[in-house]
Each structure stands twice: as structure tokens, then as C-alpha cells.
């Protein structure tokens, strides 16, 4: 089978903001390339894909490299635990290719490859399994780059892989997604590669004809996990005083019982999960993606910061003057919720990053 662009990231990945920057990539994609076959690439290391789904004998019984598994994969049936089976829903409904795996890889062949968006490439997490894959190697394609795509954890000092230095080196055009991410790349190439923006900021949420409005209104929404006890208590007054309930979405079999509802992977599809952000009165995250939408539809929000997470955002909260505010008091609800976010300003800052990041894929795309 032969396709003009596919694009791989982590497919079928049960994760809220792993799949709004899919889903994102890809409508970008197809609006800047019309005419043309723009998949996502229905791949995920077995060992990476066990990881979430092999809790049941089902999974057991069927190997992921047979053909009959990928076959059953998107079918409705009742043996699917429903968490599995909103996400598995809502990742059929973007356009990809077949299940491709190692045994029938040489079936499928790619004008371009883009890898990315998310951490992609964080060689270091022991269940991505050095996936060569998310570096493009083994695929049969004329050329491979990379859009937002992200080392993750890694230390710019690390010894990086053979497997690493060797696609790298071999891809046309590659950006990333922080800073450190192009201190690897510049390391490895010899060339900075631009930062660009998750692809989560380039398309319109706001107007996607998909978003469910919740029925709930005026609530403080909560997603992530690891909020310190001081962060929770002073939410639980914020809230108290601010007469609002606290809405929580289950991040990882999350069991708030401070907070005032708990909404659980089963109950929830991605588009839903999207529309409690947009709808929310304020917000209180400890995710990459809990921030990025945050921002997206301009709310106040409280940051409960990881190392980890920082990572991945510090730089760019630097850009928009917040950095700050989230560094000094990881604990201070009332202070980040009754903060002025000047949105003027930040919205210019990211008009401005997002203009140059559609330039970039405009430019991949047509050359």
C-alpha cells in the first residue's frame, strides 16, 4: 500500500493529551497537502502497547504481531474494558493506515514520514522498547522528518544511541519541541533544528465541530496527578470560597475523594475531555498538556509542577512571562488563580509561534 504522507507518534495510546496532538497533526497536515493521502500510522511497539493493554488474558492470547489481532482491534465487542474502548473509538475516527508491525512493514510505502509529535524520541523510557521506528528506520519511505518531536527526559550529555545518531543524521528537515531537544539534535547533526509549537496549538479546538460542551457549568476543573497535600488543601478553600465545585478527570485511574466529582476514562472520549477545558471557570493541572490547553482557550490556571513536566514547558513559560509565577510556589492556588494572566500578550507570543511553525510544515510538506 502506498501513501503520500504518514505520520507516527504513539497510536492508540490511552491518553487525553497524547491523542489531541494526533489528532491535531494530522488535520493540519491534510489542510496544508489537499489532494493528497495524509495517514496517521497505525504502529506501536508491542512492548510499549502491552504496557496499557496487557492487563487482560485477551491480549495474552492474542500476540500483536498476528494479522487476527489488528483485524479484531477496532471492533466493538463486549470483551473490551470500556477505557479501552472510548479511546480505540475515538483513534479510529482520524485516518490511518493499516496495523503495520515488523512482519509486514515492507508492505507500505511513504513519499514522507513525519515523526511527532510528544516525546517520541526519550530513547531512555524502558517500555518504548528503542523502537527504531520512531526514528524512521525501517520504513519504506523517500523521506523522513519530524515535527515537534521531543527527547524527553534525556540529558543533553547523554551517550545517545548508535541507532539515534545514525536516523538522525539521515532525516531532511527535523524541529522539536524544546529547547533541550535541539541541544540533542545540534549535537548529533551539527545543525539546530527550529522549535516549533505541539501541534495541539495549531489547530482551531475552539471551533472543532467534535467538542462536547459538558453539562456542568462554572467549575474548577482538576487533571494530572502527584498535587501535593498543600496544593490540595489550598484548592479545596479556593474553591470553598469561590462557591464552585472541583471537577477531576481521571488521569491514570485517578481516586480524588477531595475533590467534588470524579469523571473516569470510561466515561470520558477525547472530545469530551476537550470540552470540560474549554467550558471550565479555572483550571488546576500537573500536565503538559493539562497547560497547554489552559492556555488554549485562555483560562486562569494553577500549575502544580513536576520536574518532569518542567522539563517540557520551562522554557516556553519563560516566553510568556509565567514562569514565575509557577516557580517560586508550586503550592500558591490562590496566588496562580488570582493571577492577571495577560492573554493580549500571550496570544501574541503564540500567533507569532504558531505562524512560524505552519510555515515550517507548509514548507516540509511542498518540497
Given at each position: 500500500?502506498k ?39 497505525a ?6 502497547f ?52 515488523d512482519?509486514?512493514?515492507?508492505d507500505?510505502?511513504?513519499?514522507k514520514?513525519?515523526l ?13 522498547n ?18 515537534a ?17 545514525s ?22 547533526t ?52 469561590s ?47 493539562g ?19 518542567m522539563a517540557?514547558?520551562d ?53
Open positions: 500500500m501513501y503520500d504522507i504518514g505520520i507516527l507518534t504513539f497510536w492508540n495510546v490511552p491518553n487525553y493529551g497524547t491523542y489531541a496532538q494526533a489528532y491535531a497533526l494530522q488535520r493540519v497536515l491534510q489542510q496544508l497537502n489537499k489532494g493528497k493521502d495524509v495517514r496517521q500510522i504502529h506501536l511497539d508491542r512492548h510499549h502491552n504496557f496499557y493493554y496487557d492487563k487482560k488474558a485477551y491480549y495474552r492470547e492474542c500476540p500483536i504481531w498476528k494479522k487476527s489481532f489488528w483485524k479484531s482491534f477496532f471492533i466493538k465487542e463486549n470483551r473490551y474494558p470500556s477505557k479501552e474502548e472510548e479511546f480505540i473509538n475515538a483513534y479510529a475516527l482520524i485516518p490511518h493506515t493499516d496495523n503495520i508491525c512482519n509486514n512493514l515492507k507500505f510505502k511513504f513519499d514520514v513525519f511527532g509529535s510528544d516525546i517520541v524520541w526519550d530513547y531512555s523510557i524502558k517500555v518504548f528503542d523502537d527504531p521506528l520512531l526514528f524512521g528506520q525501517g520504513f519504506d519511505v523517500d523521506e523522513v522528518d519530524a515535527y518531536a521531543s527527547f524527553g527526559t534525556v540529558p543533553v550529555n547523554a551517550k545517545v544511541p548508535d541507532y539515534v545518531n536516523a538522525l543524521k539521515k532525516m531532511k528537515y527535523i524541529s522539536v519541541r524544546d529547547e533541550r531537544s535541539a541541544e540533542i539534535v545540534k549535537k548529533i551539527g545543525i539546530k533544528p527550529p522549535i516549533v509549537l505541539d501541534p495541539s496549538w495549531l489547530w482551531d479546538f475552539d471551533n472543532d465541530e467534535n467538542i462536547i460542551k459538558p453539562a456542568e457549568e462554572d467549575y474548577i476543573l482538576v487533571y494530572g496527578q502527584d498535587f501535593t497535600s498543600v496544593f490540595i488543601e489550598n484548592l479545596r478553600k479556593y474553591a470553598n470560597e462557591d464552585k465545585k472541583i471537577i477531576a478527570l481521571d488521569c491514570n485511574e485517578d481516586h480524588y475523594d477531595w475533590c467534588d466529582k470524579m469523571i473516569a476514562q470510561a466515561e470520558l472520549s477525547p472530545f469530551q475531555w476537550i470540552g470540560y477545558f474549554k467550558y471550565a471557570a479555572s483550571v488546576a493541572t500537573s500536565t503538559f498538556h497547560v497547554t490547553f489552559s492556555l488554549i482557550f485562555n483560562k486562569k490556571f494553577a500549575f502544580c509542577k513536576t520536574d518532569f513536566i517540557k514547558v522554557d516556553f513559560l519563560k516566553e510568556l512571562k509565567l514562569f514565575d509565577l509557577f516557580d517560586k510556589n508550586q503550592d500558591d492556588v490562590f496566588g496562580m488563580l488570582g493571577h492577571n494572566f495577560n492573554y493580549n500578550y500571550i496570544n501574541k507570543i503564540i500567533e507569532k509561534k504558531r505562524t512560524a511553525s505552519l510555515d515550517f510544515l507548509r514548507k516540509v510538506s511542498c518540497d
